[in-house]
């Protein structure tokens, strides 16, 4: 049973930078893939980047391509997401999730953090 906890999020102003960090224990970690989703109010939870088990292939959201950053480090049990020059439409729930196949769909990932919320303002 894998455990994760995101922490990071918070209230920043449209083009600000924030790093989110989620922290895995309960199993080992380096197996996994790794995925992280927003949700904003009344929409669906939505895929913004994954990353393999290696730390080279890693896959973005369109939205996000270009100002979101994903990345592991295996000795820490810890997956992170950069992000940079924010917009308000980014302002949602974030959750990171495990898996054993990376992948860009909600039902494939297995174990989920309790989400850290991100506000930007305009």
């Known amino acids: 049973q894998v455990q994760l906890v995101e922490s990071g999020g918070g209230l920043v102003q449209a083009g600000d930078s924030l790093r989110l960090s989620c922290a895995a224990s309960?199993?080992?970690?380096?197996?996994?893939?790794m995925g992280w989703f927003r949700q904003a109010p009344g929409k669906e939870r939505e895929f913004v980047a994954d990353?393999?088990?290696?730390?080279?292939?890693?896959r973005y959201a369109d939205a996000v391509k270009g100002r979101f950053t994903i990345s592991r480090d295996n000795a820490k049990n810890t997956v992170y997401l950069q992000m940079n020059s924010l917009k308000p439409e980014d302002t949602a729930v974030y959750y990171c999730a495990a898996g054993q196949t990376p992948t860009n769909r909600v039902r494939d990932y297995t174990y989920w953090g309790q989400g850290t919320q991100v506000t930007v303002s305009s």
């Open positions: 990353i393999r088990w290696s730390y080279t292939i890693t």
């Open positions: 309960g199993g080992t970690f380096s197996s996994y893939a």
